[in-house]
């Protein structure tokens, strides 16, 4: 046996858990038939584009929390809790990246889903998975946090998160996680929010269509909500609009605002 200190790079993230131990995560999924977005997809490479799945989800996802309000929410304290309500939608994207070595969690904010179109949000997943966490300004905060002492850092991030009119730029008011390039089924994550979407690979599986067996594309879709802050009813609405989102998905509802009025941030 060896034992070390725990590496400063996931200092952030060890900042993040604690911060959101007081939440009372409830799991449920559902799984969706891709076909309708696999279909897209192909159609966009054949015209030399390219669109990730975490993108649609992020698409969908964005239009049914915004006519979620009492999900697009967040709380804050426990003897005299409040709830906070935002008007727009942000997705936190969870992405897997180096730091001096040592392989982390960052996370982007993606600001007014609710209004970009898939382009635009695809131009933003780009701009996060392909960059370089040592130097884009974006991750800034969180490697600050890496250079503080446990203790420092820990008071630096709650200060920055727990106001409840910041929360949505640091955590967003939906998380979204994906594990969908490995052979995972089901993902169910914790994201800060009070929702977050958990995806799994698309595999092919046996679904009824017409009362016929057939093969479909299908993915795995957990969603983790914070039952402080709604119900399962709430919740399970929630997601199967998500789902129906998805799979009666129509490339012309995906046109939205360009991508030069949607702007970025990052967080832990």
Request: proline letters at 5%; charged letters at 25%; aromatic letters at 6%.
């Amino acid at each position: 046996m060896t034992g070390a200190p725990i590496a400063r790079q996931r200092r952030h993230t060890l900042h993040f858990l604690g911060e959101i131990r007081a939440a009372a995560p409830v799991f449920l999924d559902t799984d969706v038939d891709m076909s309708a977005i696999q279909a897209h997809r192909a159609a966009v490479r054949t015209d030399g584009g390219r669109l990730s799945v975490v993108s649609y989800v992020l698409w969908a996802g964005a239009r049914v929390l915004a006519a979620h309000p009492a999900a697009n929410a967040a709380i804050r304290g426990r003897l005299r809790p409040r709830v906070a309500r935002y008007a727009a939608v942000s997705g936190k994207l969870a992405l897997d990246k180096r730091i001096g070595g040592e392989r982390v969690v960052l996370s982007a904010v993606l600001p007014d889903l609710e209004r970009a179109g898939l382009g635009d949000i695809q131009a933003l997943v780009d701009h996060y998975a392909g960059g370089d966490p040592e130097t884009m300004p974006e991750f800034g905060p969180a490697r600050s946090l890496h250079r503080l002492p446990g203790w420092l850092g820990g008071l630096a991030f709650r200060t920055g998160v727990r106001p409840l009119g910041r929360r949505a730029a640091a955590f967003g008011t939906f998380a979204v996680s994906s594990l969908g390039h490995r052979p995972v089924d089901g993902f169910y994550s914790v994201g800060g929010t009070t929702i977050t979407l958990g995806l799994g690979r698309i595999a092919d599986r046996p679904v009824v269509r017409d009362d016929r067996l057939a093969i479909a594309p299908v993915m795995r879709l957990s969603l983790t909500f914070d039952h402080r802050v709604i119900d399962g009813a709430e919740a399970a609405d929630t997601l199967a609009e998500i789902k129906e989102s998805l799979e009666a998905f129509a490339a012309e509802a995906a046109v939205s605002e360009p991508a030069a009025r949607i702007g970025v941030r990052a967080g832990a």
